[in-house]
């Protein structure tokens, strides 16, 4: 098995080669639902690109295992991408898609993976800030010279209170990686790009170009022309359609807050029932309870959570009286396209980016609250002559109405162009702190874009793991432990800094495999690159926490300090030499693991790093000892083992009676 990126072919030539990254849409159809979203965006847009035969346009997936990318065969790209989940294109089902995409992501653990250097350009289309790995890979496709192109869809973790913790973590990581290393980031609208430049303004960030694609419907009338020739509805009574994801910015309690009001009004039968069509999202937990305690208020209102297909959402839009769309917070807004598109009036707010998917053509609601929304539903939809008033206005519309009339290829050109813009560019990386150029390749002697050397701190333990919140104040044992356990570094027992994480995902790269909640492990064959610019002038020394487990492993090393060949005992300090030079030069150390058979996990872990002067001896002290104390503890728990005790006499039997 390959352990890193050693193929090129059959992407050599003089033809120039973009790196795909399909993972997000592979990954999602082994769920077996319709795709909707970051997934339908994908799924339209990459067999257009490829079929642009003055580039080669090679798919790719992430085997995260390996934390690297491998090309996706031509039946593969054949059964999930050229016919796979387009929109009235589909050629397979929901469970052969999934089984395709299953095999392909098993074949990937094994297969000869992508050279990536100064010669590759990555397009990453998918939602890159949900996986931790992909934007490790990403960093190490940027340290190896590649230039990188990100589609920007929103930044509604960091604006938006609707997502978990650990999400928001992650997408201020992700915003850092696309700002750092993007060569150029496209967006879906003009909200998302001013979102980010006032982002990467207030980072101190430089802010790579990017055109706005905007959006086209995911599902068109024309697809499914069945869907308008049949007379049957998919529902039994007039309704209205809320077509989103179930989380707290698409405001689904305001809208059930509204229909409540309606009813009181006017009489459940004066009001259209509201049926609600998506997955089950973040922080919905108010909508959910009022839907279930009031029995979705007598049934006037449905919630079909489980994945619908294509088809069936078409004949929704098709026969819904109207649409609904209360969300506080959009990259785009593809429910309100798709509503127009059928001809539907979409009633939603002035928020974001829905003006832009809307137009003149939808009809907003003054305020994001129940009452504005009842009354605006009041006015306009239930109002038959007002309601008739608006379907004409859009029927009037059609073809000529931008909003109606972009297409996929449109998308797909405006992101061929900034690819195009990316590969003939004279400046084709955007680094915050870089600080020399021609950053060396993966193999040290490639040159390309400007490599990011991040700035670190002089004796200043950087740990590789993302530090998890505090406990809750009410559990205070289990504060304390947070702050004398994970809330201080392993090696110099220093306090956590939550930011540590802008100067780490630069600075560790390589073929590092899904990042661990103690750190990042190297395999044998793989190899740790750590970058950063020199703190002050003279010879310096990295030293590495290792994760503390039974065994030893063989590296070797090779930077500026000379080369390394060492055997590590797992869970003590390692040290490599960076050798001399002036404050703010680039170093770079290589670390690669050529053995770990005597090893209980077969890996080196790595879970923190410090710079320090190569004559610190105090420093380095504390080190040694904090290293010694882990592996001390691991070596107590061991012994105390059930199977420690029961193996003593083979142990005694065999001369190695230590600990027995």
Same mark, same amino acid.
């Given at each position: ?78 059964? !999930?991408?050229?016919?796979? $989940? ?6 397979? +089902? =929901?469970?052969? &898609? *999934? #089984?395709? @995409? ?76 696309? !700002?750092?290393?993007?060569? $150029? ?6 909200? +998302? =790009?001013?979102? &980010? *430049? #006032?982002? @990467? ?460």
């Amino acid at each position: 098995m390959n352990s890193g990126p050693a193929l090129r072919a059959p992407y050599a030539g003089a033809v120039p080669v973009v790196l795909m990254d399909v993972s997000d849409l592979v990954e999602f159809l082994q769920r077996r639902e319709s795709v909707s979203g970051v997934q339908r965006v994908i799924a339209e847009t990459v067999p257009l690109l490829s079929s642009d035969s003055s580039i080669t346009w090679a798919p790719v997936v992430l085997d995260r295992a390996r934390g690297c990318f491998v090309p996706l065969t031509d039946q593969e790209s054949q059964a !999930l991408l050229a016919a796979g $989940a387009r929109s009235g294109v589909a050629a397979l +089902s =929901r469970e052969e &898609l *999934a #089984t395709a @995409a299953s095999a392909c992501l098993a074949r990937a653990h094994t297969a000869e993976a992508c050279v990536i250097d100064a010669q590759t350009t990555m397009l990453f289309l998918g939602a890159v800030w949900i996986s931790d790995v992909l934007m490790k890979a990403a960093w190490t496709a940027h340290a190896a010279g590649a230039r990188c192109v990100y589609l920007l869809y929103d930044l509604t973790p960091v604006l938006e209170t609707g997502h978990t913790a650990a999400v928001n973590r992650l997408f201020h990581r992700y915003l850092q990686l696309i !700002l750092r290393t993007g060569s $150029a980031i496209p967006a879906i609208s003009q909200s +998302s =790009r001013k979102d &980010l *430049a #006032t982002y @990467a303004a207030e980072q101190d960030l430089p802010l790579p170009p990017g055109a706005v694609t905007r959006l086209p419907c995911g599902i068109t009338p024309t697809a499914f022309p069945q869907v308008l020739q049949a007379s049957s509805a998919p529902w039994p009574r007039a309704y209205a359609l809320f077509v989103g994801t179930v989380e707290s910015r698409k405001q689904h309690i305001i809208a059930l807050q509204a229909w409540q009001q309606l009813i009181d009004e006017l009489g459940a039968d004066a009001v259209p029932d509201l049926v609600c069509i998506g997955r089950l999202g973040w922080h919905s937990d108010a909508f959910l309870d009022a839907y279930v305690r009031t029995n979705g208020l007598s049934g006037k209102v449905a919630l079909l959570s489980s994945s619908v297909p294509d088809a069936e959402l078409a004949a929704f839009y098709a026969h819904a009286q109207f649409t609904v769309y209360p969300s506080r917070y959009e990259g785009w807004g593809l429910p309100v396209s798709e509503s127009l598109a059928f001809g539907k009036a979409a009633v939603i707010t002035a928020t974001s980016s829905l003006p832009e998917a809307g137009g003149d053509l939808a009809v907003y609601v003054a305020e994001a609250s129940a009452q504005a929304l009842a009354e605006t539903v009041r006015t306009e939809m239930l109002d038959s002559t007002r309601r008739e008033g608006w379907e004409a206005r859009i029927r009037q519309a059609q073809g000529t109405d931008e909003r109606l009339t972009i297409t996929w290829s449109d998308v797909a050109a405006t992101i061929r162009d900034a690819v195009v813009a990316t590969m003939t560019s004279a400046s084709t990386t955007h680094a915050a702190d870089s600080a020399q150029s021609g950053g060396a390749g993966m193999n040290g002697d490639n040159a390309g874009p400007q490599g990011i050397y991040p700035t670190v701190e002089l004796g200043r333990e950087y740990v590789l793991a993302g530090l998890s919140p505090t406990p809750d104040s009410g559990y205070s044992d289990q504060v304390m432990r947070h702050l004398q356990d994970e809330g201080l570094t392993p090696l110099l027992r220093q306090p956590r800094n939550p930011a540590d994480y802008q100067v780490v995902d630069p600075a560790v790269v390589g073929h590092l495999g899904s990042p661990q909640t103690w750190g990042v492990e190297v395999r044998p064959g793989a190899h740790a690159l750590i970058r950063f610019s020199r703190p002050v002038d003279g010879p310096l020394v990295i030293v590495l926490a290792t994760r503390s487990m039974p065994g030893v492993v063989r590296i070797e090393a090779t930077g500026p300090g000379g080369p390394v060949f060492d055997q590590v005992y797992l869970g003590a300090a390692l040290t490599l030499p960076v050798g001399d030079g002036p404050a703010g030069g680039g170093a770079q150390v290589r670390l690669t693991v050529t053995d770990a058979s005597d090893s209980i996990e077969g890996f080196l872990g790595l879970r923190s790093f410090v710079i320090l002067r190569a004559d610190d001896l105090q420093a380095r002290l504390v080190a040694e000892q904090s290293a010694a104390r882990a592996l001390r503890q691991e070596l107590d728990f061991i012994t105390g083992t059930r199977s420690w005790k029961i193996t003593a006499p083979l142990r005694r039997l065999k001369g190695r009676a230590a600990g027995s």
